[in-house]
T-cell receptor, first 113, second 110 residues
């Protein structure tokens, strides 16, 4: 199994600012993902974080708004840029285990005022 | 119609009761996940199934591929089981993308 930690666990931010969320996995993994869960909604995949290359974004998400870094096989960051209240969500980091099990971090609860 | 449907949406039960949460899907799948989300937001993967039945402690998950249906059972339920239980499937044509159910909010009263 993989254990994922995220920082910060929660934050309250002002409109127009940016927040970087860190995701650390306790083992090397090939696939890492970033999800968003808006209030009362299911999870939505933002992007796949690729090590050594640009992230692969899903429809509706762009790099300028959600830049992602993946410097190695255990770490990734997601930045939520130029935030607005609509960005208030839980952001979750995830990875695939050796047998395609999906592991999730504890989430970062973001509130934008 | 959603590709993954869960029932019930909400479930309140007394401690000790046997709980069943259902998941039906309309696409061909390579795997089905059951996950648990606590109020703080973190998600725990409970099971990944492609056939048959799996058991872990008081939790049992079953899947019927022909009927495109899975169930999650909790025996001897306890207030700490209160959470949202989510079913998600990986489609046959998908590398990693999961199709998510809306979740079932379970409350177990002492």
């Amino acid at each position: 199994s993989a254990v994922i930690s995220q920082k910060p666990s929660r934050d309250i931010c002002q409109r127009g600012t940016s927040l970087t969320i860190q995701c650390q996995v306790d083992s090397q993994v090939t696939m890492m993902f970033w999800y968003r869960q808006q209030p009362g909604q299911s999870l939505t995949l933002i992007a796949t974080a690729n090590q050594g290359s640009e992230a692969t974004y899903e429809s509706g998400f762009v790099i300028d708004k959600f830049p992602i870094s993946r410097p190695n096989l255990t770490f990734s960051t997601l930045t939520v840029s130029n935030m607005s209240p609509e960005d208030s969500s839980i952001y979750l980091c995830s990875c695939l285990g050796e047998w395609d099990e999906q592991f999730f971090g504890p989430g970062t609860r973001l509130t934008v005022l | 119609k959603n590709e993954v449907e869960q029932s019930p949406q909400n479930l309140t039960a007394q401690e000790g009761e046997f709980i069943t949460i259902n998941c039906s899907y309309s696409v061909g799948i390579s795997a089905l996940h059951w996950l648990q989300q606590h109020p703080g937001g973190g998600i725990v993967s409970l099971f990944m199934l492609s056939s048959g039945k799996k058991k872990h402690g008081r939790l049992i998950a079953t899947i019927n591929i022909q009927e495109k249906h899975s169930s999650l059972h909790i025996t001897a339920s306890h207030p700490r089981d209160s959470a949202v239980y989510i079913c998600a499937v990986k489609g046959m044509d998908s590398n990693y993308q999961l199709i998510w159910g809306a979740g079932t909010k379970l409350i177990i009263k002492p």
